[in-house]
């Protein structure tokens, strides 16, 4: 049996303190599942370079590169993917993954092809956050991992 509430505060601390405990660890794995399931689909699947080399790490589909932040009961991700530093582009620092997402826009490609169209990976994980219940899945998960 699980404890005990006496106080009704008491009872909704808890429930949102371990809410956010499962949107840390068991959703935001999930949610970068997604994630980097529509990098490999839409992005590395769709397009083979020509004009360069993919990177082997630090790049598009590292795990470490999609970062999540909770707070209030609220799980924010962001693919932080940084410009590849060897390669002579103009664009620096991170902003790999919005120009990936919505093509020459605030971030550009240098070299012109058929890369320069967008391959919406973000809009598509986005659409299946929202409509799988692998996220809901996810929350019960570690709801249930904490005694609710």
């Known amino acids: 049996m699980g404890k005990r509430y006496t106080n009704l505060n008491n009872l909704i601390s808890d429930v949102k303190s371990d809410i956010d405990k499962s949107l ?24 083979s370079p020509k004009d360069y080399v993919r990177r082997q790490k630090m790049g598009i ?26 390669y002579f582009t103009a ?27 967008p391959r919406p990976f973000i809009d598509r994980a986005r659409i299946e956050v929202v409509k799988s219940d692998r996220v809901k899945k996810a929350l019960e998960k570690g709801m249930k991992k904490k005694g609710w």
């Open 24 to 47: 840390k660890n068991e959703v935001f794995e999930e949610v970068r599942a997604i994630e980097l399931e529509h990098v490999q689909k839409d992005v590395l699947d769709a397009y």
């Open 91 to 117: 664009n620096r620092g991170i902003g790999l993954a919005e120009l990936i997402n919505y093509g020459n826009g605030r971030f550009y490609y240098d070299y012109p092809g058929a890369f320069e169209r």
């Open 61 to 86: 589909d590292d795990p470490q590169n999609i970062v999540g932040v909770v707070s209030g009961g609220e799980l924010v991700v962001d693919n932080v993917t940084p410009f590849n530093p060897d």
